[in-house]
């Protein structure tokens, strides 16, 4: 298969312009988006959606955090991921393999149905997580773009897929949330340097592989700027698989959390890496498509 | 002396109240703040002046900025602190000794005249200096009053100082801004842990002891809420000495920069360090009092 976004290869980082839409399929009457909102996403790469879910299932998704990060002994002990240089929880993975209420999140019509919608395509999960980012000490994320290590590491082929992070605890401009540069899912930057092997078991904790390089950034940011949407618990951030976007650290008594679903096209399921001398393992990037069924009603009544 | 305020000495953090007003001086006619801004600085503890340097002093102020920070080797050594783990500077103390325009500066009617209405008396500078947070990987300054520190190492007896700190670079919610925790200057909030010989070497890259502890932190957060004042270049902050403050880190590409003065009453001169073993030296803490006498007009003018 032809890499149309070759990286980690050269000595040289540069930006390649994204040769494939990033919606995929315009506004008609019935769609889940309104047409301001899928033009957004087209135009800037990101769209906040806000009060998604009701009171009691946003009381039912904390409370079920709350289990899943209260008591990692009982959850895969690879899915677990610890701050650098501490035990505290930052990541867990495969929460939609871990608890039914995530999987069942993931399939809403809210989240699978609005993300099939805008790839124009059945989609499938190709990863999933649960984010906590602890008050006082939370770390930062350096800026990447997700798709250059899906492609890289994992063998996703084009830009057909999207994040959605659920929002479990208030976003502020204070407490770390995330920040992405509006319109940079158009431009490709390739990184430097060839991935070692079993990369992953750093690069979740900190990632040194797959890092823009200043130049790129600071053009990017001088060019679009930089926002951070912010947001109650309840919102939905929706963003490309090749927006740059990273998070400042959290020195605030207030911590962060969220849980995030990474929706891909089925047409775009995975090849081998393009980068990297083995995949990453399923719970990181899922090879197996398993085609979601959206679901509606509410998340913990009976199925639509 | 008898310690109003006493620290690092208890096995336990306290919360104690403040026993002394934090204005001095109430508006009256001919005041350099508005009746509401003086008040608000009571209340909250801090205020943020807009457009206070014309555009060609802001120039000035900024050329002055890049020939101290592009030059370090011209200046005191020990004045030139650098980032941790990096020999990036991150702070110049001593920049009104140091340079001309920073002196000037520090005096000016703006600045000087307007710390001595708050605070009802002539003031000197306790100390000054000129902050740098890069871009890209710009570090958190975890939270603290700095009047903890100036009284525990330095042997500053009471609550009748201020900061003021003049924007020479953008501050946006993004690139790590100053935090403050409105209201928090009305509590002293005790630390634990007794301070090492020679603190001040390690202290000024990352702070180890004067640090608060999580719950108070929390108790205060939850009570007065967080709040990061954002500006233009020449705006100027101006901060009790007791206003618990910090900032996380920066990974935007647009760094952070900002001249630092701190003016104390003259009648609050040091005395011996209540908490440490020696007081920290000259360059961080002057123990030569020197009033100022405000200076209006133009910076680069000629004296008013």
Known sequence: ?????????????QLLARSEPVVRRAWEPGAPLTKEQIEQ???????????????????ALQAETGRLLGDPAALKDETVI????????RSIFEIHGQSELMARLAA?????????????????????????????????FYWHSDFETWHAEDGMPCMRALSMSVLLAENTPNNGPLMV????????????GETPDDHYKHSLRKQEYGVPDDDSLAE???KH??????????TVIVFDCN????????????????????????SNRLTDPFAAARPRPDFIAARHVRPIVPVSGHLEGELA
Chains 1, 2 share one sequence.
Do not use: W
């Open 82 to 89: 610890a701050e650098p240089g501490s035990r505290e929880v």
């Open 181 to 192: 540069i509006p319109g940079s899912q158009r431009v490709y930057v390739t990184c430097v």
């Open 243 to 266: 927006l740059m976007h990273g998070s400042n650290g959290n020195i605030t008594p207030f911590p962060r959390s969220n849980a995030f679903f990474v929706f891909n096209a089925v």
């Open 108 to 140: 809403d019509v809210r989240l699978a149905g609005v993300a099939s919608y805008l790839l124009d395509d059945q989609v499938y999960l190709h990863q999933s997580r649960l984010n906590y980012k602890p008050g006082f000490q939370g770390k930062e």
């Open 225 to 234: 700027g930089i926002v951070a949407p912010t947001g109650k618990p309840g």
């Open 1 to 13: 298969m032809q890499d149309l976004y070759p990286t980690r290869c050269t000595g040289e980082p």
């Open 220 to 222: 990017l940011a001088h």
């Open 41 to 59: 996403f087209g135009r800037d790469g990101y769209l906040v959606l806000e009060d998604v879910f009701s009171a009691d299932e946003m009381a």
